[in-house]
């Protein structure tokens, strides 16, 4: 098919993105940017450190590693203004909230890193449910595709 017969929205003429939007971007870039980071350390940690660390840091860093492409990703198609980025910004959102809670519990140093993760997740959660960021990715709620087709 020609680029004419399946035509791709440009959003480069649309309204501005919200500072909702971008910020929420952000947060997921930023968790996603973490994630990377941590399982690089975890795999220079399995390598250098002694025999019975490796598998252990390089299964745990390669996941984390891996876990990091989906926010991302969703921070991409946020910054594009995709539709199908919602979900998987709000998924990392949700998996973030168990994972502060157990750091919260820790008696040690985590407890500030469970507290960050927390606030963030949860601001993203908020600007990802704003209506002004449903709006910006064309998002319609539940039996309004039906009101655009009249």
Known sequence: MSPQQNPTPDTSDAAPRPGRLTA???LAGLEG???LVGGGAMLVVGFTGDSGDLSTGVTGGLTLIALALLPLIAARGLLLRRSWSRGP??????????VAYNLLRADSVAIPAGIVLAVV???ALVL???PATTQALGIQGPGRAEENKH
């Open 33 to 35: 940017i973490a994630l």
């Open 89 to 98: 910004a709000v998924i990392t959102q949700i998996m973030a909230l168990p």
């Open 121 to 123: 997740a949860i601001t």
């Open 128 to 130: 990802l449910i704003n």
């Open 24 to 26: 929420a971007a952000a």
